[in-house]
């Protein structure tokens, strides 16, 4: 052995966490001094942050990890500790049998009452004690509770939050049964017309002013605030201006009551009857993670779900209300050969038999960065066999500063790291044209575009002799081809998208897709295995990892591996 | 009998005189302003040396003087705990947005004397490294506002504000701003957000601390008008000679306002705690006694947010004996002294120094729905329970107050009440709940007595409905 062993250098892991030792609820734990604020940056672990790390979950309204501190619902009222110092030498005083003395706070006017702080806000200390569950605590929670719900409409039967609402909640878990408010209500403004996307009702709103904080420091539109005073306060728009901003809607999840709705959902469904299934937005190349909300085989809506490597928990308007489509009543719902009805089995032999004698060279692909990377990557392995040209079609709009990304295409990174384009999208789509005009190209394969816009006009497609065309929607391509292959919308298939950072995310099959529409990759597989005689994988977990070992990007992946949140693969 | 002791408004009270700088300088004025400018390094026994600033500074922590706006806390404490190490500017924020009902001392000095004020806040900006100090005044006072802003014009023509003040290369500008007509914007962190141009919602504490982060998140004082008056006579007299003044740990005078069923409602002056409760309502140098006829039914203290003393009340108070030792001792309410802790002693506070007076003429019950109105009508609504439990007191007040109460009101109201007091951003929720914990508590009898009528007088005018079918 000529080798000395050398010793194997330490893993560089994150520096040590400082941490403090505080009890929650009589238990001994050991927390991180400071923790991310609403912005990332290092801050006093506060008392919720605490007990939330103890497995503790502390109610409250007001606090967002997302916004900054406000502090006014007081739901989060804790009874707390600290221990007793001497004085004379600063250290902690001993009880008899050897423990830290502690000083429960209490009223400094009334030493008898505890008081309680706000756990959102207040930092923690050595030795705390924190005292999430005592009588004290549960006791101020009830009381905040019973302020809230004085003056509420208390109109669930017909409030959209209802089944979502933290205020249903909070009462289940904390409230009382009974009230004992005989005094009229106040009532204030219902049905206000605050934007385009939101209407509010004031009688509702507890003031939080989670939507004020959002508008103001996360969308930068400082549109809302609070007018009149005390128990009259009411949100509202700035006099003459209106919410209207393409992150509003945002504010109605953050509402933790029914007081901000979507006028898109309000009245459409009560939400314990929608199916959530995880999703992905394709509005853009950002990715934002997404909930769809169906009931039924229809989409009544979708959420951001919480990605701090992607989105963190907001979404764009235009994202979010980016569904109806799916629905329209011109859905391509049939394989039509020349025109004519007809039906899978059929189509794909024919198509087989006519791929199969296609000269080398004289076919192109054009496939849309709309499509999944699994349906990209056969499109690729059916290219490849053909000798054909391939490219997709570049979407590109103004950038705003949060999430809405300049590449309107949800994956073309996935069309660049599977071949089918390469550097700039659309880069060989003149070439294509010139290939048809010359009469080099006759046969086209066109994916989720519709080609007329970017060059290759009518006149050009009724020059091939053979154009296959598989879309959601009719246009004038569809229009044109030989074969139409009835594809999903994405929230009727799975797959993965390829963001515009490089964070490869599935997602999963929220509702069926209508009439004899198939999900593409389904039908590509059979075809791309009739023609290049390559075996497929009938399941998408299959399709998915063959993918992983012939996409170096994608190396070592599986489609287990990618979970609810994606991976990060260097592009 | 007991006397006024004329130090804040010994000039403001003298005949002839007039709130501009002409007057001022003849009755003395800006010369404590010289002084302290001039003042020397000290050398303190332990090696220490305190720059001319730090020794004004310590002077005001010696002297004793205690916030005269309401808490009553240190002010020399309260600037020691600048943060002066953060390199951001510091500022000084006058609070002369005087509004807590039964109070209207501040006014006397802004009205009368502007320029003591004002030489006080140029002593104290120029002791605390402040360059741009804030009056902020009372909407509702704007007449108040038109003579500071006269006095500080005349300051400047003088150069006891402005650029290089009296050559000493010291630069101060002062700033009046009015409010808009809310009592919130008497809390230091509501009127931080209020001259910021915001909403005057009160603050988090923390972080929000204004010593640290306050007026545009720099270190900023923030004191009472006669707190910052008072900063003049240290100065002047010298601390051990302020803290001469008064009683032990209560030094110098204090303004008091008072008010109710007395004989001679007024304001006065009177060194802190040398003064009785009685000797302030009964006698002729002060309220004069009640009106002929009347009794004494109970006295709001400090201003209508402290807790109500009930007549023939008798509280223990710690005393210390000629032989050092602390005793305890029974004061009858009348015999309490008006300083700060003998009224903290007996469960109220001397809070802003206003005194009302009710008399056996006074139904408790409407006296309190008339003090809740307010509070709900001044909460700022930020925080829950203040903002539910002030409007939930003030109709729970009303009702039982025009005659459609219930016997439980009382337990109801001290219910809704306990659940503010503790629990809010700020000390509001005292304000708006110590009132109906304090009257409920001590004419609980009342109370009850109201709802039961009310009760009985339902269920006759329901048997008599019945009785006609």
């Given at each position: 052995m000529s080798n000395a062993e050398t010793p194997a250098p330490a893993p560089a892991g994150p520096p040590p966490v400082e941490t403090l030792t505080i009890k929650v609820d009589g238990r001994t734990v050991q927390v991180p001094k400071t923790m991310p604020d609403w912005q990332g940056k290092p801050q006093a672990t506060t008392m919720l942050q605490a007990c939330a790390l103890a497995g503790v979950d502390v109610p409250h309204y007001c606090y967002h990890p997302k916004l900054p501190i406000a502090g006014n619902c007081r739901m989060c009222l804790v009874e707390f500790g600290t221990p007793v110092m001497d004085p004379a030498t600063r250290q902690p005083v001993k009880n008899e049998d050897g423990s830290v003395k502690i000083a429960r706070s209490v009223l400094p006017y009334e030493p008898g009452t505890p008081r309680g702080a706000i756990g959102c806000a207040t930092p923690i200390s050595p030795g705390m004690e924190i005292y999430p569950n005592s009588p004290a605590t549960k006791q101020m929670r009830e009381a905040v509770l019973e302020s809230l719900l004085i003056n509420h409409p208390l109109d669930c039967p017909i409030c959209d939050q209802a089944g979502e609402c933290k205020l249903q909640e909070y009462s289940v878990q904390h409230g009382q049964a009974t009230s004992q408010f005989v005094e009229a209500k106040v009532h204030k403004p219902k049905a206000v017309d605050l934007g385009p996307r939101i209407m509010l009702d004031d009688e509702r709103c507890i003031l939080c002013t989670r939507c004020i904080r959002f508008a103001k420091d996360i969308a930068g539109d400082d549109a809302l605030g609070i007018v009149n005073r005390g128990s009259y306060n009411t949100i509202a728009a700035a006099p003459g201006m209106k919410f209207d901003n393409n992150y509003t809607l945002n504010t109605v999840d953050l509402c933790p009551v029914g007081a901000l709705t979507s006028k898109d959902f309000r009245f459409k469904m009560r939400v314990w009857f929608l199916k959530e299934t995880k999703s992905v937005c394709t509005s853009c190349a950002t990715g934002c993670n997404i909930t769809v909300g169906?009931?039924?085989?229809?989409?009544?809506?979708?959420?951001?779900?919480?990605?701090?490597?992607?989105?963190?928990?907001?979404?764009?308007?235009?994202?979010?209300?980016?569904?109806?489509?799916?629905?329209?009543?011109?859905?391509?719902?049939?394989?039509?050969?020349?025109?004519?009805?007809?039906?899978?089995?059929?189509?794909?032999?024919?198509?087989?038999?006519?791929?199969?004698?296609?000269?080398?060279?004289?076919?192109?692909?054009?496939?849309?960065?709309?499509?999944?990377?699994?349906?990209?990557?056969l499109l690729r392995q059916l290219a490849a066999k053909l000798g054909a040209l391939t490219d997709s079609v570049p979407r590109t709009q103004q950038a705003d500063r949060l999430l809405v990304s300049a590449d309107r295409n949800p994956n073309s990174n996935g069309a660049r790291v599977t071949g089918i384009a390469t550097g700039e999208l659309g880069a060989r789509l003149p070439l294509i044209a010139a290939g048809i005009r010359a009469g080099t190209i006759t046969t086209l394969i066109v994916f989720g575009e519709d080609v007329t816009q970017c060059g290759i006009g009518a006149d050009l497609l009724a020059r091939l002799e053979l154009l296959v065309v598989s879309d959601i929607l009719p246009n004038p391509t569809v229009a044109a081809a030989h074969y139409v292959l009835p594809g999903c919308a994405h929230v009727e298939k799975r797959g993965t998208f390829l963001n515009g950072k490089g964070r490869l995310q599935k997602f999963l099959k929220g509702v069926e897709a209508p009439g004899d529409t198939r999900p593409e990759w389904e039908f590509l597989h059979e075809l791309v295995h009739a023609v290049t005689g390559r075996n497929g994988y009938t399941s998408m977990e299959g399709l998915f990892n063959q993918m992983a070992q012939d996409v170096p990007a994608f190396a070592g992946l599986e489609w287990a591996k990618l979970g609810d949140q994606g991976v990060t693969v260097s592009i | 009998m007991a006397e006024q002791f004329k130090l804040v408004l010994k000039n403001a009270d003298s005949p002839g005189y007039t709130p501009d700088m002409e007057c001022y300088l003849k009755h003395g004025g800006y010369q404590a302003l010289r002084k302290a400018l001039a003042t020397a390094p000290r050398d303190l026994p332990d090696g220490k040396k305190l720059s001319p600033q730090e020794v004004i500074r310590d002077d005001v922590k010696a002297s004793g003087l205690r916030g005269r706006g309401g808490a009553g806390f240190s002010a020399g404490l309260k600037w020691s705990f600048v943060d002066r190490r953060s390199g951001k500017p510091i500022y000084l924020i006058c609070n002369a947005d005087e509004s807590e009902p039964g109070t209207f001392k501040d006014r006397q000095i802004l009205h009368k004397d502007p320029h003591q004020l004002i030489e006080g806040m140029v002593i104290s900006c120029w002791a605390n490294d402040v360059k741009l100090a804030y009056i902020y005044i009372r909407g509702e006072m704007p007449h108040g506002a038109r003579i500071l802003n006269q006095a500080l014009r005349e300051a400047r023509a003088k150069g006891f504000l402005g650029k290089n003040i009296l050559g000493v290369g010291y630069d101060l500008e002062i700033h009046v701003h009015r409010g808009a007509g809310a009592y919130i914007c008497g809390e230091e962190t509501g009127l931080i957000e209020s001259l910021e141009g915001k909403r005057a919602y009160p603050r988090i504490k923390p972080p929000y601390f204004p010593a640290v982060l306050g007026l545009y998140m720099c270190p900023t004082i923030v004191n009472n008008v006669e707190t910052l008056a008072a900063v003049k006579h240290i100065v002047e007299m010298?601390?051990?000679?302020?803290?001469?003044?008064?009683?032990?740990?209560?030094?110098?005078?204090?303004?008091?306002?008072?008010?109710?069923?007395?004989?001679?409602?007024?304001?006065?002056?009177?060194?802190?705690?040398?003064?009785?409760?009685?000797?302030?309502?009964?006698?002729?140098?002060?309220?004069?006694?009640?009106?002929?006829?009347?009794?004494?039914?109970?006295?709001?203290?400090?201003?209508?947010?402290?807790?109500?003393?009930?007549?023939?009340?008798?509280?223990?108070?710690?005393?210390?004996?000629?032989?050092?030792?602390?005793?305890?001792?029974?004061?009858?309410?009348?015999?309490?002294?008006?300083?700060?802790?003998?009224?903290?002693?007996?469960?109220?506070?001397?809070?802003?120094?206003?005194?009302?007076?009710?008399?056996?003429?006074?139904?408790?019950?409407?006296?309190?729905?008339?003090?809740?109105?307010?509070?709900?009508?001044?909460?700022?609504?930020?925080?829950?329970?203040?903002?539910?439990?002030?409007?939930?007191?003030?109709?729970?007040?009303?009702?039982?107050?025009?005659?459609?109460?219930?016997?439980?009101?009382?337990?109801?109201?001290?219910?809704?009440?306990?659940?503010?007091?503790?629990?809010?951003?700020?000390?509001?929720?005292?304000?708006?709940?110590?009132?109906?914990?304090?009257?409920?508590?001590?004419?609980?009898?009342?109370?009850?007595?109201?709802?039961?009528?009310?009760?009985?007088?339902?269920?006759?005018?329901?048997?008599a409905g019945t009785h006609q079918h």
């Open positions: 169906s009931r039924e085989d229809t989409v009544h809506r979708y959420e951001p779900r919480e990605n701090d490597a992607v989105n963190g928990p907001w979404m764009c308007d235009a994202g979010r209300l980016n569904y109806k489509w799916i629905h329209r009543e011109d859905r391509l719902k049939h394989v039509l050969i020349r025109g004519q009805k007809s039906n899978w089995a059929t189509a794909l032999k024919e198509l087989t038999a006519k791929l199969a004698t296609v000269a080398a060279g004289s076919a192109a692909v054009i496939a849309s960065a709309r499509q999944t990377t699994e349906e990209l990557y | 010298g601390p051990v000679n302020y803290a001469k003044l008064g009683t032990p740990n209560n030094t110098g005078t204090r303004l008091v306002s008072l008010s109710g069923d007395v004989q001679k409602p007024g304001y006065f002056e009177i060194e802190v705690g040398k003064v009785t409760l009685g000797q302030l309502i009964n006698d002729a140098n002060f309220g004069g006694g009640l009106k002929p006829g009347r009794t004494l039914k109970a006295v709001i203290p400090g201003g209508s947010s402290s807790k109500v003393l009930k007549a023939g009340e008798v509280f223990k108070l710690k005393r210390k004996g000629a032989d050092g030792q602390m005793t305890t001792v029974d004061v009858p309410l009348l015999d309490l002294p008006y300083d700060f802790d003998s009224l903290q002693a007996a469960g109220s506070m001397s809070g802003s120094g206003a005194i009302i007076v009710l008399d056996d003429s006074r139904s408790m019950v409407e006296t309190l729905a008339n003090l809740s109105e307010f509070y709900a009508h001044e909460s700022c609504g930020q925080c829950t329970p203040c903002r539910e439990g002030a409007l939930w007191l003030a109709k729970g007040t009303h009702r039982l107050s025009h005659g459609e109460g219930r016997k439980v009101d009382a337990e109801y109201l001290l219910h809704i009440a306990q659940n503010i007091q503790g629990r809010t951003i700020c000390a509001f929720g005292e304000a708006a709940a110590w009132p109906v914990l304090s009257f409920v508590k001590k004419f609980r009898e009342e109370f009850e007595a109201h709802g039961a009528a009310a009760e009985a007088a339902r269920k006759n005018s329901t048997s």
